[in-house]
C-alpha cells in the first residue's frame, strides 16, 4: 500500500499530464459531436393540427438542443470542480425532462383526439346498423309510389281511350310514372350506397383502432426514452464528480450552484 | 375542451336528426296513404266525370301537396343528418416530431458514445486508480448512451409505425366523410326532384281536370315529357275557339312563364353570377302568380359567401311581355325578379335583384328552360 502511495507521489505529474492529455481528447471528441449535432439539428417540426401544444414541443426541443450543444464547450472552460460543471448538467438535464414533458402534453392530445373520432365511429356504426331496416322502407316506399302511379296510369289510359281530350293528362302522369321509377331506383341506389358506408366505418373503426394502439405504443416509448435520457444525464453527472475527485481527492464534490436552471420553465 | 363539446354538440344533433327523421318518416308514410286513399277512382271517372272532377282533383292534389311537403322535409332531415354526420369524423394530427428531431437525438448520442470509447481506449489498462476510477465511471456513461440509444430507436420505430396508422386511418376518414357527402348530395337531388314533382303533380291534376271537360293545353309539348304547363292559356278540343283564355292578361300564352323550369346543363347563358343550378317554379291562379326559385351560384375560389339563393315572388300579370314580380328572400331580402319569354317557346329570361346583405348573392341574370 505504501508502496502503491509512493509510486503514485513520483507519478503525480505524469498522471496530470496523462489527464490533461485525456481531457484534451475527450473535449476535442465532444466538439466533433458539436459540429455534427450544428448541422443535422437545422429542421425543427413543423406545426400540426395542434398547434399550441406543438409550438411548445418546438420550443422545448430548441431550448434543449442548445442547451445540450453548448453543454461540452461550457464544461470544458470550467476546472472539473467548479460548482457551475454540476448546475450545467442539470440544466441540460431539466431541459430534456421539459421536452418530454411537451412531447408527453401532446401525445396525450392525439391520443384524446384518436379515442374521440373512435368513439364517434362507434357510434356512427350503431346508428347505420339501426337504419339498415329504415333504407329498406325507403326503398319500399318508393316502389310503392312507382307501382300507384302505374295504377293510376293505367286506369287513366281506361279514360284517354274514351275521352280523348285526357291525352294530355295520360302524358303528364306518363312523365310522372317514369319519374317514379327513377325515384325508386335513386331510392335502391341509396339504400346500396348506405351498406357499402357500413362496410367504410367498419373499415375506419379497425383502422382507428390500430392507430390508438400505435400511439398508446409510442408514448411507452417516449416515457422509456425519457428515463433513459435521466439515467444518461445521472452518470455524466457521475463522470463530473468522479473528474472532481481524482483530480482534487482531498476537495469538495462540485456542488450545484446557487443561481436558477434557464431550463426549468414548469 | 371546445373541441370535445363542439363532437358532443354534433353527437347530439345526429341523434335529434335522427329522432326527427323517424317523425318525418311517419308523417310522409301517412300524407301518402292519405294521398292515395282521398280519390282511388279519380282517373277512372275521368272520362265520364265532366266538371264534377274538378272538384276532386283538387282535392287530391291538396293531398299530393301535402305528400310532397313532407317527403321533401324528411329527405331535408336525412340530408342533414349525413351532413352532420360527415362532419362529426375530425382528422386526427400526425406524429408531433419531424424525423430529423430523432434524428439529431441519435446523431447525438452515437457521437457521446464514440467519444466515451475513445476516453476509455486512452486509459486502456494505465494502472493509476484515479484514471481507472475515470474510465469506470464512463463506462456507465457508455452503458447509458447504448440503452438510450436503444430507446431512441425504439421510440422512432414506434413513430413511425403510428405515423402510419394515423395516416391509413386518415385515409379511412376521408373516404367515409366523402361518402356522406355523397349520400347527402343525392338526398338533396332527391328533396330538389321532390319539389319539381310536387308542381308537375299538381299541374296533372289541373290538366286532367281540364280534360275531363274537354279541353286540352295550347302551346308546345313539354320537353321532358312530363307536363308542367298551367291550366292557363288552354283552348277546347274543339278548335273554334282558337285564342287564349280571358283569364291571360299577358301578350303571350301564360305558359311562356307558368311551370317548371330549370337552369340548362349545356349551351348556358348568364350576365353577372355563374348559376351552377336554378329551380323556377311559377304557379298562377285567378291572373295572381306565385313563385319560387332556389339557385346555387359558383362562387370565385376562395369566397366565403353563401352560394345558395332562395327566394318566394307573387304578384300580378300586367299587360306586356316581360313580368315584373317582389320577391321575398328566405333571409327576408326585398328585391324584384323580371320573367321574360325566352327565344323559343321553352326558355325563360330571370332577371332579379335584391337588397345587399353581407355574403349574400344579390341580383343574378340568365336563361332557364323549361321542364
Redesign the interface.
Known amino acids: 500500500m505504501r508502496h502503491r502511495l509512493g509510486r503514485?507521489g513520483q507519478?503525480g505529474l505524469t498522471?496530470k499530464v496523462?489527464?490533461l492529455?485525456?481531457s484534451i481528447?475527450?473535449r476535442i471528441?465532444?466538439l466533433?459531436?458539436l459540429a455534427?449535432?450544428a448541422v443535422?439539428?437545422?429542421?425543427?417540426?413543423?406545426a400540426?393540427?395542434?398547434p399550441s401544444?406543438?409550438q411548445n414541443?418546438d420550443k422545448r426541443?430548441t431550448e434543449w438542443?442548445t442547451l445540450?450543444n453548448n453543454l461540452e464547450v461550457r464544461i470544458g472552460r470550467l476546472l472539473p470542480c467548479d460548482p457551475r460543471v454540476r448546475g450545467a448538467v442539470e440544466e441540460v438535464s431539466r431541459a430534456s425532462e421539459a421536452r418530454i414533458v411537451a412531447?408527453t402534453e401532446?401525445?396525450l392530445?392525439?391520443s384524446a383526439?384518436?379515442k374521440?373520432?373512435t368513439e364517434?365511429?362507434r357510434?356512427?356504426l350503431a346508428?347505420e346498423d339501426a337504419r339498415a331496416a329504415?333504407r329498406k322502407?325507403d326503398q319500399t316506399?318508393a316502389e310503392?309510389?312507382r307501382v300507384?302511379v302505374n295504377a293510376?296510369?293505367t286506369?287513366?289510359g281506361?279514360?284517354?281511350r274514351?275521352?280523348?281530350?285526357?291525352?294530355?293528362?295520360q302524358?303528364?302522369?306518363?312523365?310522372?310514372a317514369?319519374?317514379?321509377a327513377?325515384?325508386a331506383a335513386?331510392?335502391a341506389?341509396?339504400g346500396q350506397?348506405?351498406e357499402?358506408?357500413s362496410q367504410?366505418?367498419r373499415?375506419?373503426q379497425a383502422?382507428?383502432q390500430?392507430?390508438q394502439?400505435?400511439?398508446e405504443?409510442?408514448m411507452?416509448?417516449?416515457a422509456?426514452?425519457g428515463?433513459?435520457?435521466s439515467?444518461?444525464y445521472?452518470?455524466?453527472l457521475?463522470?463530473a464528480?468522479?473528474?472532481c475527485?481524482?483530480?482534487n481527492?482531498g476537495g469538495a464534490a462540485p456542488a450545484a450552484p446557487r443561481t436558477p436552471a434557464q431550463g426549468k420553465k414548469k | 375542451m371546445k373541441?370535445?363539446t363542439y363532437?358532443l354538440m354534433v353527437?347530439i344533433l345526429?341523434v335529434a336528426a335522427?329522432a326527427l327523421a323517424q317523425e318525418g318518416?311517419e308523417a310522409?308514410?301517412g300524407a301518402?296513404r292519405s294521398w292515395?286513399q282521398a280519390d282511388p277512382?279519380?282517373?277512372?271517372?275521368?272520362?265520364?266525370a265532366g266538371a264534377a272532377l274538378e272538384a276532386r282533383a283538387q282535392k287530391v292534389a291538396a293531398e299530393i301537396a301535402k305528400y310532397a311537403a313532407a317527403r321533401k322535409a324528411f329527405l331535408d332531415s336525412e340530408q342533414g343528418t349525413m351532413d352532420a354526420?360527415g362532419r362529426?369524423?375530425?382528422?386526427?394530427?400526425?406524429?408531433?416530431?419531424?424525423p430529423?428531431?430523432t434524428?439529431?437525438s441519435e446523431?447525438?448520442?452515437a457521437?457521446?458514445s464514440?467519444?466515451a470509447t475513445?476516453?476509455i481506449e486512452?486509459?486502456g489498462s494505465?494502472p493509476?486508480?484515479?484514471?481507472q476510477?475515470?474510465r469506470?465511471?464512463?463506462e456507465?456513461?457508455r452503458?447509458?448512451?447504448t440503452?438510450?440509444s436503444?430507446?431512441?430507436r425504439?421510440?422512432q420505430?414506434?413513430?413511425a409505425?403510428?405515423t402510419?396508422?394515423?395516416e391509413?386511418?386518415e385515409?379511412?376518414?376521408m373516404?367515409?366523410t366523402d361518402?356522406?357527402q355523397?349520400?347527402a348530395t343525392?338526398?338533396q337531388?332527391?328533396s330538389q326532384?321532390t319539389v319539381?314533382?310536387g308542381s308537375?303533380?299538381a299541374?296533372?291534376y289541373r290538366?286532367?281536370s281540364?280534360?275531363?271537360?274537354?279541353?286540352?293545353?295550347a302551346g308546345a309539348?313539354?320537353v321532358?315529357?312530363?307536363?308542367t304547363g298551367g291550366v292557363t292559356g288552354v283552348r277546347p278540343?274543339n278548335p273554334a275557339p282558337a285564342a287564349p283564355s280571358g283569364r291571360s292578361a299577358t301578350l303571350v300564352p301564360l305558359s311562356r312563364y307558368v311551370g317548371a323550369w330549370t337552369y340548362p346543363v349545356r349551351n348556358t347563358l348568364f350576365h353577372g353570377a355563374e348559376p351552377e343550378f336554378v329551380d323556377l317554379v311559377v304557379h298562377e291562379e285567378n291572373g295572381q302568380v306565385t313563385g319560387t326559385l332556389y339557385a346555387r351560384f359558383k362562387l370565385p375560389s376562395g369566397s366565403s359567401g353563401d352560394p345558395i339563393l332562395r327566394f318566394d315572388f307573387m304578384g300580378s300579370f300586367q299587360n306586356g311581355r316581360s313580368q315584373s314580380f317582389s320577391l321575398e328572400t328566405s333571409d327576408g331580402a326585398k328585391g324584384t325578379v323580371d320573367l321574360i319569354p325566352g327565344p323559343a317557346v321553352n326558355l325563360i329570361e330571370v332577371n332579379f335583384s335584391t337588397e345587399a346583405r353581407p355574403g349574400k348573392i344579390r341580383q343574378g341574370n340568365f336563361l332557364l328552360v323549361k321542364k
Not at chain 1, 443535422?40 to 413543423?46: E, G, L, S, T
Not at chain 2, 362529426?88 to 419531424?98: D, G, M, P, R
Request: proline share 3%.
Open positions: 503514485l507519478e498522471w496523462g489527464f492529455k485525456l481528447m475527450v471528441g465532444f466533433w459531436m455534427a449535432m443535422a439539428a437545422q429542421d425543427k417540426p413543423a400540426g393540427p395542434l401544444l406543438q414541443v426541443t438542443d445540450a412531447l401532446y401525445w392530445a392525439v383526439a384518436s374521440t373520432q364517434a365511429v357510434r356512427l346508428q329504415e322502407t316506399d310503392q309510389e300507384a293510376q296510369l286506369d287513366l281506361e279514360s284517354a274514351r275521352l280523348p281530350s285526357l291525352a294530355a293528362a302524358r303528364a302522369l306518363d312523365g310522372l317514369q319519374s317514379s327513377r325515384a335513386q331510392a341506389e341509396r350506397s348506405a357499402r358506408l367504410e366505418l373499415d375506419l383502422a382507428a390500430a392507430r394502439t400505435a400511439i405504443n409510442a411507452k416509448a417516449l422509456a426514452e428515463l433513459r435520457w439515467g444518461y445521472s452518470s455524466r457521475a463522470r464528480q468522479t473528474e475527485t481524482i483530480t481527492p | 373541441r370535445a363532437i353527437s345526429i335522427c318518416r310522409y308514410q301518402f292515395r277512382g279519380l282517373e277512372r271517372d275521368a272520362a265520364t354526420s362529426s369524423l375530425e382528422a386526427v394530427a400526425a406524429a408531433a416530431e419531424a430529423e428531431s434524428r439529431n446523431l447525438n448520442v457521437t457521446a464514440s467519444a475513445s476516453s486512452a486509459i494505465d493509476d486508480r484515479g484514471l476510477q475515470l469506470q465511471s464512463i456507465r456513461e452503458v447509458a448512451l440503452v438510450l436503444s430507446a431512441i425504439d421510440r420505430t414506434a413513430i409505425t403510428a402510419r396508422a394515423t391509413a386511418a385515409q379511412a376518414r373516404k367515409v361518402h356522406y355523397s349520400l343525392a338526398l337531388q332527391a326532384e319539381r314533382q308537375a303533380w299541374d296533372y290538366t286532367l281540364d280534360g275531363a271537360r274537354g279541353v286540352q293545353p309539348a313539354p321532358t315529357g312530363v307536363v278540343a
